[in-house]
């Protein structure tokens, strides 16, 4: 297992406005050279609505999955985002991990956020979501999802292994409430003896709220590389697999 050349993209996003944050995202990721995985905000294309009718898209013919398809080809990288999927007429705050081939795994938001009335809207996942990246095990996470740490519990399994090395929350989380963001991100990482990267937007969305983006990496001591605030900004990071398994080692708390 080699270590895991990650950029977090902290952008700005234009509410509902499909075009124009693919434009933006494609401007910023000019400067992104071939690497392992990279992460874009919650609803990476609309913003946070809950304009499902106008905004949903149908896996099989969504104008986002085809261009995160394009930028992981070109980019021979992974990508991981969230956006609005309509299946058998319902709708989904849904993860999609894009592999450089085009492979999907998904990943159904399982918390929905109710004081933005998000579960009026969209239908909750019931699953959780682990898939394997070059040696990687990872957990996928979408915003809310980052208040319940019964449905991120790392364990050690029959195999003798945690059931993940690394936590994704990708998320759409205003300024107000951005202590708790890092204070969560720092603690599901510490408990869980992980990685824990945490994607966040920047700018002010339609219904006026404000965010700091804050995006960050934290390693399973609670150390921590974050953005700069209330700016687009890319962070390019290297999740080590010796440091992760010496930590784990020197400090076997997952066991008990």
């Not at 104008?63 to 319902?90: C, D, F, H, P």
């Not at 990482?189 to 219904?207: F, P």
């Not at 001591?221 to 890319?234: D, K, Q, V």
């Not at 990071?237 to 010796?242: F, R, S, T």
Request: net charge negative.
């Amino acid at each position: 297992m080699h270590d895991l050349d990650v950029v977090l993209v902290q952008a700005n996003q234009f509410w509902e406005n499909k075009v124009g944050n693919l434009d933006n995202y494609s401007s910023l990721l000019k400067e992104v050279d071939t690497c392992d995985l990279i992460i874009l905000p919650e609803m990476f294309h609309t913003g946070f609505s809950m304009n499902v009718e106008e905004l949903g898209e149908e896996m099989e013919n969504s104008i986002g999955i085809n261009w995160l398809r394009q930028i992981a080809s070109e980019k021979k990288s992974a990508i991981y985002t969230s956006l609005i999927i309509k299946e058998n007429n319902r709708y989904y705050n849904r993860g999609v991990f894009v592999y450089p081939d085009g492979q999907i795994e998904t990943y159904d938001k399982r918390k929905s956020f109710g004081l933005a009335g998000e579960d009026k809207y969209f239908t909750a996942g019931t699953e959780k979501k682990v898939l394997e990246y070059k040696g990687w095990k990872i957990q996928l996470q979408i915003c809310y999802d980052l208040r319940f740490p019964e449905i991120a519990r790392n364990k050690i399994e029959s195999n003798l292994f945690p059931t993940y090395d690394v936590l994704l929350y990708v998320a759409n989380w205003p300024e107000k409430r951005n202590l708790h963001w890092k204070t969560l991100l720092k603690a599901r990482a510490i408990e869980n003896q992980c990685y824990v990267i945490g994607v966040n937007r920047v700018g002010i969305d339609g219904k006026d709220l404000n965010y700091s983006g804050d995006s960050i990496v934290v390693d399973a001591l609670g150390n921590y590389n974050s953005c700069p605030p209330s700016c687009e900004n890319l962070l390019k990071i290297k999740l080590q697999k010796v440091e992760l398994d010496k930590i784990r080692l020197d400090l076997p708390f997952l066991k008990d």
